[in-house]
Nanobody, 123 residues
């Protein structure tokens, strides 16, 4: 069992940066893939980025490529999402999720979820 806690959200101006953190407790991430998803008001949840914890392989949505970077800190059992050049359309609640396998881009295949952290980008 894994418990996930996100932090780092906030309000920034367009072009700014934020770093989201996802800290795990209960079990380490070693056997999991960890992903970030987001949900904007009135929209469906969308995949943002993921990392396979053991290998470090990373995956990104097209909207995140070149601006966002997912990384992990094994010692802290934490996954980060560095978000640069933020745009108003990045405004959403961002969720961290963990899975033991399955589809990288589908939230349905992630069994563990955090409570979410709000990101708001003003124009």
């Amino acid at each position: 069992q894994v418990q996930l806690v996100e932090s780092g959200g906030g309000l920034v101006q367009a072009g700014g940066s934020l770093r989201l953190s996802c800290a795990a407790s209960g079990r380490t991430f070693n056997y999991y893939r960890v992903g970030w998803f987001r949900q904007a008001p009135g929209k469906e949840r969308a995949f943002v980025a993921a990392i396979t914890y053991s290998s470090g392989s990373t995956y990104y949505a097209d909207s995140a490529k070149g601006r966002f970077t997912i990384s992990r800190d094994n010692a802290k059992n934490t996954v980060y999402l560095q978000m640069n050049d933020l745009k108003p359309e990045d405004t959403a609640v961002y969720y961290c999720a963990a899975s033991v396998g399955g589809r990288v881009f589908s939230g349905e295949d992630y069994g563990y979820w955090g409570q979410g952290t709000q990101v708001a980008v003003s124009s």
